[in-house]
């Protein structure tokens, strides 16, 4: 069986792994630079739009550590003493956004 990532050559690899990660940061500094266009149109809304992001991002992650990961621990931990049936560890995100409710 051929291998690519043996046999092909490096610069070859390159161009072509690298490509798609390549065009795929450039959308997205284009993105950037085209939403902070518009909402730099926005006003006051607009730069408060900016500066919220990273405090709901952080809101966002500390839910998962506090919630979500503890919830997902506790199902599989129960499905292994075999109390409960497996598809409960579907529900962890369902009941740790209730519970954040």
């Given at each position: ?20 990660i390549?065009l ?24 408060m ?7 709901s991002?952080?809101?966002?992650i ?8 503890p919830?997902?621990?506790?199902f ?13 560890i ?12």
């Amino acid at each position: 069986m051929n291998n690519p990532m043996k046999e092909a050559p490096v610069n070859k690899l390159m161009l072509k792994m690298g490509t798609p990660i390549i065009l795929s940061m450039m959308m997205q500094a284009l993105y950037n630079i085209v939403d902070s266009a518009f909402v730099s149109n926005m006003g006051a809304n607009g730069e408060m739009a900016l500066n919220a992001g990273p405090q709901s991002f952080v809101i966002s992650i500390l839910r998962q550590f506090v919630l979500v990961i503890p919830v997902a621990f506790v199902f599989s931990n129960l499905v292994i003493a075999g109390t409960t049936f497996k598809s409960i560890i579907w529900f962890t995100f369902i009941i740790a956004e209730m519970l954040t409710r």
